[in-house]
């Protein structure tokens, strides 16, 4: 029960790996502040993390409005008078070759993925220091580590938070607040149907290698383990995905050719 009365964010808590840790986290004793953009969703994770009753505050934002990403850390942390961990979820997909990719796509990959995450940490940070503890848990990928066909936009903006993590990390180090990276492969949630193709539309489907993916409860319960352990980059997924992170890390070449032919769209 590590989390028995920490006070917990989580940003994307109305679908997928986001909902599926406020819900694990519920299940623990957490206090818990969720964001979406989606409020009624957000209401129905309220709802389903033990309704009105709970020790649970909901801050509806949009990731990407950065001008109004302070005020809302402020009501964050209004809710309970701290933030013991804010774990910065949301995120959106792509799926589109970069050559069909208009610049737009990836212009908005990064406000989100990237702009967004960093929006968030630096208006906590200053509270999470001088408070002497606390963690900063990211969702990125383990497209944040190698790219793959179809999400340059994708793998850009979680590379780009892996790097202003590690800088983040070297730069508080002694302070009590903990940086940590957490590195799906394929989860079973909304991520692809929401993915941007290269016109900015919505994908609007469940890829296949998606709905075989992990189911989110199990992802969440990993997560949380991973983050009580103090690991510094948690992977959750696959032995597919585990196996991509062990080729481009000791054998780049071969990674190189193994996903030019890999079926991953
Ligand atoms: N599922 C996977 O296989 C997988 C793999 C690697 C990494 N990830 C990462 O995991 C995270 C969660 O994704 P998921 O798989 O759970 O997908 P999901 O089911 O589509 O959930 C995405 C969440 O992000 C929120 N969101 C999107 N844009 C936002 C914005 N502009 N402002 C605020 N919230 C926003 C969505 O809420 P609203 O629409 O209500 O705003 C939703 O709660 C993402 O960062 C994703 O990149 C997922």
């Keep these: ?24 986290l519920a299940g623990q004793g ?3 502040i969720l964001s979406a953009r989606r409020v009624e969703e957000l209401e129905r994770v309220r709802n389903e993390c033990g309704g009105h009753n709970a020790p649970l505050a909901l801050v509806p934002m949009d990731v990407a409005e950065l001008d109004s990403i ?21 995120g959106i997909s792509q799926r589109s070759l970069a050559m069909e990719t208009g610049i737009a796509v990836d212009q908005r990959l990064m ?11 630096k208006a906590l940070l200053p509270h999470l220091v001088r ?8 969702v990125t990928s383990v497209v944040g580590k190698f790219g793959t066909p179809y999400r340059s936009a994708y793998a ?5 938070v892996h790097g202003f993590m590690e800088a983040l990390r070297a730069e508080i180090a002694g302070t009590g607040v903990k940086v940590q990276l957490v590195m799906p492969g394929f989860i079973r949630t909304q991520v692809s149907v929401n993915a941007l193709t290269g016109d900015g539309s919505a994908l609007g489907a469940m890829d296949q290698a998606q709905a075989q993916g992990m189911d989110p409860d199990e992802a969440a319960r990993r997560i949380l383990s991973g983050i009580e352990t103090d690991a510094l980059e948690i992977y959750v997924g696959g032995p597919k995905e585990r196996f991509g992170l062990f080729l481009k890390r000791f054998f780049p070449g071969r990674f190189a050719k193994f996903i030019a032919s890999a079926k991953v769209r």
């Design 1 to 24: 029960m590590k989390f028995k009365d920490q006070v917990v964010w989580v940003t994307g808590a109305s679908s997928g790996i986001g909902e599926a840790l406020a819900k694990a």
């Design 30 to 32: 957490a206090k818990l």
């Design 70 to 90: 302070p005020d809302k850390v402020s009501q964050a942390l209004e809710a309970f008078g701290r933030i013991d961990m804010v774990v910065n979820n949301a």
């Design 111 to 121: 406000q989100v993925n990237y702009f967004g995450t960093v929006a968030v940490t």
């Design 131 to 138: 408070q002497g503890s606390g963690r900063i848990v990211s």
């Design 156 to 160: 850009a903006s979680k590379h780009a």
